[in-house]
């Protein structure tokens, strides 16, 4: 553990990255107890520009609501998407993964057209299609982004449970009479898990990613203010009202450049024979 | 003339590293002409030492004190510019695996000529000609088709020799041999060991042969340096060395080395035999024969019987595509055997599946070759201990118990149970392995090259931790080796198999002193060593 944070921290950007995440997060814990109101309600005049109001630090937007407000509840909102739709994402993909990988032949021809048939559809289109006929509610951006993120899990847990079944340790696992699951669950997945961490860090960047262009476009939940609304109802006015868009892009840009970095960082923690410097 | 000599040289390891340095008071010199063997265990400084001189250590390892003089110039701390024309110049370097030292995407021809292009040496059609005369030079068979080829499609030996191509390509005044010959076969072996000894002879090239195997340097040696934890501990000339070590160390693995020594044949209590094989077949094909290539068919066991009786071991010797590992793997059912029969105390476990195999396999337990990927890195050693005890219904108080029994038979402490594969040397490791595969009291143990990774001394260990468990526990063993020497130690009877087939079986002594067949007598010829080992039992009996 201790060299574990030696090598995470040696790379700066990655201790950089973890600093803005932990901020990000912690907006996002705060958010209902310093903006106790809902980010909906108009409290000004519209187009308040930043840092005119000190009650209102970054101004208002079109119609007159906090946008300061909107940030911080929509943190929670990128961050639980993120999270959650990542952790379903995983949930799909490595079972999948490390069935075709150690069954191989039939199972895994079977299970892996079927990943095709999903990678072969652009990610994006599937969801907008996907939310098109669910109801825009949170939970069904979630389920969409998942549906669309899982294939590249379950082709990264596959490649690396084929070439640890054959491993020795494996197959003395089997000799001493235990069984596939517990091979596949004691053996093979935690020696898997190092790129897998690293791929869900990137996953979680990526659904941000999907969730505010989704709410960009408007399929994203009506009732919640996340950054992607933010900017979607921004668009029209960008001439005007230039810092209603940048300024939630600019969380977006942020937030997911923090977790990339964080991915890199745990790549170079985790896999420490492809560092590029150990010293 | 002394060509290179480097005097107290020191290489300091990174910080945190278990020793502070790689290598240090490293001084000798070089003639030209002459094959200089650095000898050592694994993590004794031999190739720290040598790389320091091509400049080639790798990142966080630096010299930090001394000189190395090549040709009356100081070359330590030279810039990499000025490296640049000495390296594979005036000294080159040949690497133990040749597969990955060469580019797995050129064709030979072009690598050979690609060292002249790098030096600027020659027009485009006279590096063509040059490589071709150099294929000729190192004795590859037929060099008009070699020149065109892509280093998979030739053999390790060939591989190898290509390498000594690129390496004389611009007639080096030093040739750096790092444990040349370790990934070959020991007849291939003899062959490269044959063409260094006459390169050096015909080009009148220094030689630094850095290798662990005390028989090579009996073969090849002029003069021997013996490393031990980054220091070296004696150096001499070969009979010296060899013959009356001074060094506590140096006698120790001189003592170590497994010997083709007469056996008496111990008569085994012929019963009724413990495994019977029969007619065992397997073939392997790759490529479904579609559009893109021929499919390949590799007959890798064909027509194999044998019986097993109790506490016999018998050893499958032979070398690398023998198919014996094959036939190891098809009794134990981690392959499936295409035909033939494997019948344990009466009963067919070849087409055996689920519980049935399960509860058959039991008896049947195996050891590893290589102590690193055997053990899971993410596993204590209790775990990997009780994990196999549990799935077969023994509670978790008594599976612990026997664990602690089974490390204790092993020679480690039951304090090990608590700690991860990656805190042991691979020696420990491979004694964990053992441990491992007697947990569930097998009556046969196949031990699949199980001390071919480890170093000598600790080989002659593990060799007699065997032995020993073998009477103890009353245990039958089926002994997987490429290396003779090794199976005449620990070995009853021998298999010797050559392209999936049996050419010769028999008692150790007959087998080792008197064998039938061509084939196992051209791999009792090409042991290295041999002379040295008869000049050393001669000078033990006159002790």
Request: charged share 20%; hydrophobic share 50%.
């Amino acid at each position: 553990m201790k060299n574990f944070w030696r090598r995470f921290s040696y790379n700066r950007g990655a201790v950089i990255g973890l600093f803005i995440l932990t901020l990000v997060i912690l907006t996002a814990i705060l958010a209902p107890f310093v903006f106790p109101q809902s980010p909906w309600k108009m409290v000004q005049r519209p187009f308040l520009p930043p840092f005119t109001d000190n009650a209102l630090l970054l101004g208002t937007d079109a119609l007159g609501r906090n946008v300061i407000s909107g940030l911080a509840h929509g943190a929670y909102v990128s961050l639980l998407v993120g999270l959650v739709s990542t952790i379903v994402a995983l949930a799909i993909g490595v079972p999948i993964g490390a069935l075709a990988g150690y069954f191989a032949g039939r199972t895994d021809d079977a299970l892996m057209r079927f990943t095709e048939f999903f990678q072969t559809i652009p990610s994006f289109a599937l969801a907008i299609v996907l939310l098109a006929i669910f109801q825009p509610s949170l939970m069904f951006v979630i389920i969409a982004i998942s549906i669309v993120s899982w294939p590249p899990v379950a082709r990264l847990v596959r490649g690396e449970v084929l070439s640890l079944r054959t491993r020795e340790f494996v197959e003395a696992a089997t000799l001493s009479g235990l069984g596939n699951t517990q091979i596949i669950m004691r053996h093979i997945l935690p020696n898997a898990l190092p790129p897998i961490i690293v791929l869900a860090s990137l996953m979680v960047a990526q659904a941000i990613l999907l969730e505010s262009s989704l709410s960009f476009l408007g399929l994203g939940d009506p009732n919640i203010m996340s950054w992607g609304y933010m900017i979607g109802a921004a668009r029209t006015v960008i001439r005007t009202a230039w810092w209603l868009s940048f300024l939630p892009g600019m969380a977006i840009l942020l937030t997911v450049l923090s977790l990339n970095l964080i991915g890199e960082g745990l790549n170079d923690a985790l896999n420490p024979r492809l560092t590029r410097k150990t010293q | 003339m002394t060509l290179l000599s480097i005097r107290d040289l020191a290489i300091a390891l990174p910080v945190g590293a278990d020793r502070i340095y790689a290598a240090q008071n490293i001084n000798f010199d070089l003639a030209a002409g002459e094959i200089l063997c650095i000898v050592g265990e694994s993590g004794s400084g031999k190739s720290m030492s040598a790389n320091a001189v091509m400049g080639l250590l790798p990142e966080g390892v630096k010299p930090v004190k001394g000189n190395i003089t090549f040709d009356g110039r100081e070359i330590l701390g030279l810039s990499e510019a000025e490296m640049l024309p000495l390296r594979g110049g005036r000294i080159s370097m040949i690497f133990q695996e040749p597969l990955s030292a060469l580019n797995p995407l050129m064709r030979v021809g072009a690598q050979i000529a690609e060292v002249f292009e790098a030096h600027g040496a020659l027009s485009k059609s006279e590096r063509r000609d040059r490589a071709l005369k150099l294929l000729e030079e190192v004795g590859i068979p037929d060099p008009q088709a070699a020149i065109r080829a892509y280093p998979f499609q030739l053999s390790g030996g060939q591989r190898q020799r290509v390498m000594i191509a690129m390496a004389l390509a611009l007639e080096p005044d030093i040739l750096i041999a790092d444990e040349p010959t370790t990934a070959l076969d020991v007849t291939t072996q003899a062959q490269i060991l044959k063409l260094i000894e006459d390169l050096r002879k015909s080009r009148g090239m220094a030689v630094i042969f850095i290798t662990h195997d005390f028989g090579v340097v009996a073969d090849i040696a002029d003069r021997v340096i013996v490393m031990q934890k980054g220091e070296i501990v004696e150096t001499g000339t070969a009979d010296e060395v060899l013959l009356k070590p001074q060094h506590a160390y140096t006698r120790a693995l001189i003592d170590a080395i497994p010997r083709l020594v007469q056996r008496v044949d111990t008569e085994a209590d012929q019963g009724k035999p413990l495994l019977t094989v029969e007619n065992l077949e397997k073939t392997f094909s790759t490529g479904a024969g579609s559009l893109f290539g021929k499919r390949r068919v590799v007959k890798a066991v064909q027509n194999v019987s044998f019986e097993l009786f109790a506490g016999e071991t018998i050893g499958i010797v032979g070398e690398s595509g023998s198919g014996k590992s094959t036939v190891g793997r098809c009794i134990v059912r981690l392959l499936d055997p295409d035909a033939g029969r494997v019948l344990m105390d009466g009963v067919d476990i070849s087409h055996l599946a689920g519980a049935e195999l399960r509860d058959q396999r039991r008896k049947l337990q195996m050891i590893f070759q290589d102590p690193y990927s055997s053990l899971n890195p993410r596993a204590r050693v209790s775990r990997i201990l009780t994990e196999g005890l549990i799935a077969f219904g023994t509670s978790k108080d008594a599976a612990h118990a026997k664990a602690c029994e089974l490390l204790e038979m092993v020679g480690l402490d039951a304090s090990a149970m608590k700690r991860f594969p990656h805190e042991f040397s691979g020696g420990q490791r491979q004694r964990i392995g053992i441990a491992r595969a007697l947990a569930l009291d097998p009556s046969i143990i196949i031990a699949d090259e199980a001390v071919s990774a480890l170093d000598v001394s600790i080989q002659a260990q593990v060799l007699d931790l065997l032995a020993e468990l073998k009477t103890r526990l009353n245990l039958s063993m089926l002994f997987i080796t490429h290396d003779l020497r090794v199976a005449a130690r620990i070995c009853d009877r021998i298999i010797v198999m050559q392209k999936g087939k049996i050419v010769e079986a028999g008692p150790v002594s007959k087998v080792l002193h008197d064998p039938d067949s061509a084939y196992t007598r051209s791999l009792l010829d090409a042991i290295p060593g041999q002379e040295y080992e008869r000049a050393l039992a001669l000078a033990e009996a006159e002790v």
